[in-house]
């Protein structure tokens, strides 16, 4: 089973907020935060393990600030802040703590990477079954808080799934309920997705009519499935080995439906 990550750093957040934006970046959640669009979070500090001193100190959030941070860019604030409640709720719980401990057990080094480090930490963590309960029972917390929010559902869909093929600038993912997904590379390699196998969790998000936009992020192996056994149970869908991308319509890019001779979106 894959999942996304319950919590993230803060650039996250305003990486949903504003896409793209590497500027400002302290600015931007600044404003967030003084406009209640951001939860407190979860302050923790690092050891060194060879030393035990100090290494640093890490603020976490849950990752409904994102999904607010997606409504709030759709001018959906009081939406937003209803999500920025939940979140708050869950950073206090005891799952949270649980999880939260578990995973800087297993990061030794801030990176400017993070989101990618928070997941393989996770994904380590999760074999322990106490922790992986605890990331079980946040994670239902998080989708009912989504599903509660007619709001974000009219805008949002997220997928879970694997990498499955490279071909070239396109990527195969094969999504956990059996829908095969054609991305661009460039929008997995920012997280260093772009390899046979790599869970991960697909965002859709509704812009206008006709548009959408798409994030990929880092996902949590809790199964540990491979890839050959994901393909085995969804083989009746695999696409036939030819040239044409498009030839084994229906599949879907993102989360929406295509057919043949639709042009891949870049």
């Known amino acids: 089973m894959i999942r996304e990550r319950p919590f993230v ?9 504003r896409p793209g934006a590497e500027e400002h970046r302290e600015g931007v959640f600044k404003h967030l935060r003084h406009k209640g669009l951001v939860s407190d979070g979860i302050p923790r500090s690092l050891q060194d ?4 001193k100090l290494a640093g ?4 959030y849950c990752v409904l ?3 607010a941070a997606r409504l709030a860019r759709h001018g959906l604030e009081q939406d937003a802040e209803r999500l920025v409640k939940r979140a708050g709720e869950i950073e206090r719980s005891r799952d949270a703590a649980v999880v939260l401990d578990a995973v800087l057990d297993h990061v030794q080094l801030l990176t400017m990477n993070f989101d990618e480090v928070i997941s393989t930490a996770l994904s380590a963590a999760a074999a322990n079954d106490r922790v992986r309960d605890a990331l079980v029972r946040v994670s239902e917390r998080i989708d009912k808080a989504r599903a509660s929010s007619k709001a974000l559902t009219a805008i949002h869909r997220i997928g879970f799934g694997r990498v499955t093929g490279i071909h070239g600038d396109l990527v195969d ?9 054609a991305l661009d590379a460039d929008t997995l ?3 260093n997705l772009v390899r046979i196998g790599a869970p991960l969790a697909l965002h ?7 548009q959408a936009f798409f994030e990929a992020e880092p996902g949590i192996d809790l199964a540990g499935e491979s890839v050959e056994s994901l393909q085995g149970r969804f083989a009746f869908l695999r696409p036939p080995p030819v040239t044409d991308v498009w030839a084994a319509a229906p599949t879907i890019t ?13």
């Open 57 to 60: 100190q890490v603020r976490l």
């Open 49 to 52: 393990r060879a030393t035990g």
């Open 173 to 181: 993912i094969l999504l956990q309920e059996g829908r095969s997904v």
């Open 65 to 67: 600030n994102q999904d």
């Open 9 to 17: 750093p803060k650039w996250s957040i305003v990486g949903s907020y």
């Open 204 to 210: 859709w998000e509704k812009l206008g009519k006709g």
């Open 254 to 266: 993102g989360a929406v439906s295509v057919e043949r001779d639709v042009p891949v979106a870049r």
């Open 189 to 191: 390699s920012a997280h």
